[in-house]
């Protein structure tokens, strides 16, 4: 028997007829291709052999969520954990071949857990200036026996000179007010007042806490084992780049920073091998023609936590 979906389930879900049509949708290329051929295009083949046809100084944002140094499946294929040794050459190899690609006030984002966490500063830091390290909360799974349980990860950011973007204002965060202060006039200190609703807009610190990752009820979840929140990308997307820019992703999975990007009015290109999470990809990308929202993010506002 099928097994029956229940009715708050959103998962988003690909039948054999959607994955052999919305695969068909990725180009592939096998020559140096210019960046205006390429806007808004996910390209259906293997990283390490398809950065060399990439386009150079063309990416003003680069977001990359690697395979973190742990044995896990992903589609057809499996990452395999590595010594750190090892782990470290396998990240060098890719992460050089895109620093020609970024332009002069180019950001990078690299998402990372605890454990390979250590290893980014020291290899990223070879070609690019580190400028904060964001630490978030991803609260899942039940716990463990006999370790403290892990629901933290980071992102590393980076810039490839001290001129870049950040547009702070794109960011901030909407906080409940807890001490309502007034001045002589009765008017609101740095605060706004809607009904018994009492918030400050918020500059972003690099703790972020206000962040659900997607579950089986909230419309962008999928199957992929290592999905990224849109809000979280937002974030990034909204702080380090501007309208049009170019979004880079060379491990797109099921598509988070394509669909992001495209719901924030910007163009991104995304590599992805596995032709399941590509096709999931276009799905979302598609049902972001009907639906721009992002969870958590409201009219030009971060809310402090995402519901369901």
């Known amino acids: 028997m099928p097994k029956i979906k229940a009715p708050r389930n959103k998962t988003i879900e690909l039948t054999d007829t959607e994955i052999k049509k919305f695969a068909t949708c990725a180009v592939k290329l096998n020559h140096r291709t210019p960046i205006e051929e390429l806007y808004n295009k996910i390209i259906h083949q293997d990283t390490f052999k398809v950065l060399d046809f990439l386009p150079r100084d063309s990416i003003d944002l680069m977001i990359v969520d690697p395979p973190y140094n742990l044995t896990k499946n992903f589609g057809d294929s499996t990452f395999k954990e590595?010594?750190?040794?090892?782990?470290?050459?396998?990240?060098?190899?890719?992460?050089?071949?895109?620093?020609?690609?970024?332009?002069?006030?180019?950001?990078v984002y690299i998402c990372s857990d605890w454990k390979t966490s250590i290893i980014i500063p020291e290899v990223a830091g070879k070609y690019l200036l580190l400028?904060?390290?964001?630490?978030?909360?991803?609260?899942?799974?039940?716990?463990?026996?006999?370790?403290?349980?892990?629901?933290?990860?980071?992102?590393?950011?980076?810039?490839?000179?001290?001129?870049?973007?950040?547009?702070?204002?794109?960011?901030?965060?909407?906080?409940?007010?807890?001490?309502?202060?007034?001045?002589?006039?009765?008017?609101?200190?740095?605060w706004q007042e809607s009904g018994d609703k009492k918030t400050r807009l918020t500059c972003p610190s690099n703790v972020w806490t206000d962040i659900s990752i997607p579950f089986w009820s909230m419309p962008e979840n999928?199957?992929?084992?290592?999905?990224?929140?849109?809000?979280?990308?937002?974030?990034?997307?909204?702080?380090?780049?501007?309208?049009?820019?170019?979004?880079?992703?060379?491990?797109?999975?099921?598509?988070?920073?394509?669909?992001?990007?495209?719901?924030?009015?910007?163009?991104?290109?995304?590599?992805?091998?596995?032709?399941?999470?590509?096709?999931?990809a276009f799905k979302r990308l598609k049902m972001a023609d009907e639906n721009s929202e992002i969870q958590g993010y409201e009219n030009g506002v971060f809310k402090a936590r995402n519901g369901s």
């Open 131 to 190: 400028q904060n390290r964001i630490s978030w909360e991803r609260e899942k799974g039940r716990g463990a026996l006999n370790n403290w349980k892990n629901c933290l990860e980071d992102i590393w950011f980076f810039t490839k000179s001290k001129n870049y973007t950040f547009n702070i204002n794109d960011v901030k965060i909407e906080r409940k007010v807890l001490a309502p202060y007034r001045d002589d006039c009765g008017i609101p200190k740095d």
């Open 82 to 107: 590595m010594d750190l040794s090892d782990y470290k050459k396998w990240f060098d190899k890719w992460l050089k071949k895109t620093i020609p690609l970024l332009k002069e006030n180019a950001s």
């Open 222 to 280: 999928t199957s992929h084992p290592t999905q990224k929140p849109e809000k979280l990308i937002a974030k990034l997307i909204l702080a380090s780049s501007n309208k049009n820019d170019v979004v880079f992703d060379p491990f797109l999975g099921s598509g988070t920073t394509a669909v992001t990007a495209k719901k924030l009015g910007r163009r991104f290109v995304g590599i992805e091998k596995e032709k399941e999470y590509v096709a999931l």
